[in-house]
């Protein structure tokens, strides 16, 4: 029996090219993201590639918490099963702090804090139901040293990260793995101009190492993970004025 995924935020960037890396490895899947059309265009593409395998998709905008756990559960039962659970759904913003506009802050931590721990959350609760389950969250390497400009997109990541090392030591022993993804900078097409940064590497390059480090059931990983492996622990102790050049 094929094994079956649930990717928020699939339609574009990271969240598509792991879908297409893991239609690759042979997974049924659902998808689900806010734009329909970017979705159901997604799985025609990988149906006329894997034909012997299912691409069921959802329009779901995750800062609506309240849609969250429904369409999650939908998509399982209409999958039969749900072995992993990947909360990828996020969005960026820029804000200075001190404009008094409060607005790109609050929308970054809905989506990226509260929008994946309802995803979480409806997964846990899926996955203790059937016994066994993977929870996968995609936090950021800006988890480990906030980001100038980005303060609430660093801090929801940060959230994030804690978060689900939380929820890991509470299903101890519960057969549910958990992992948290660091991505580091990933070229994708809704990130441009990433190439002015060091160390970037594609989305689908960037998929199949998540991918492996899911497999591998790592409880955290860094991707790609040189130097951002070795930079994690590094970053915290950099002074800040090397930080606010840096970025």
């Avoid at 659970?85 to 990226?112: E, F, H, K």
């Avoid at 906030?146 to 660093?154: H, K, V």
């Amino acid at each position: 029996m094929s094994q079956r995924i649930i990717i928020t935020g699939a339609s574009s960037g990271i969240g598509a090219a792991l879908a297409h890396e893991y239609a690759r490895r042979g997974f049924d899947m659902g998808l689900c993201a806010r734009r329909s059309d970017a979705l159901e265009q997604l799985c025609s593409q990988l149906s006329a590639q894997y034909p012997q395998q299912a691409f069921l998709w959802e329009t779901l905008d995750v800062a609506d918490l309240g849609q969250v756990a429904p369409v999650i559960q939908r998509l399982a039962e209409r999958l039969g099963s749900v072995d992993i659970v990947i909360a990828n759904a996020g969005i960026t913003g820029v804000r200075r702090t001190g404009s008094g506009d409060l607005s790109t802050d609050l929308a970054v931590l809905q989506v990226n804090l509260l929008g994946a721990i309802a995803t979480i959350d409806a997964a846990t609760a899926i996955f203790r139901t059937q016994g066994h389950g993977h929870l996968v969250g995609i936090s950021s390497f800006s988890a480990f040293r906030g980001i100038p400009g980005s303060a609430a997109y660093s801090a929801s990541k940060a959230a994030l990260t804690n978060y689900l090392q939380a929820v890991r030591t509470e299903l101890f022993r519960k057969n549910i793995q958990v992992t948290c993804i660091h991505p580091g900078f990933i070229k994708t097409d809704i990130s441009p101009g990433m190439e002015k940064f060091p160390f970037v590497i594609a989305a689908d390059k960037a998929a199949r190492n998540m991918a492996n480090a899911i497999q591998k059931k790592k409880q955290e990983k860094t991707v790609p993970g040189w130097p951002w492996a070795v930079l994690k622990h590094l970053m915290p102790l950099l002074p800040d004025s090397l930080i606010a050049k840096i970025f």
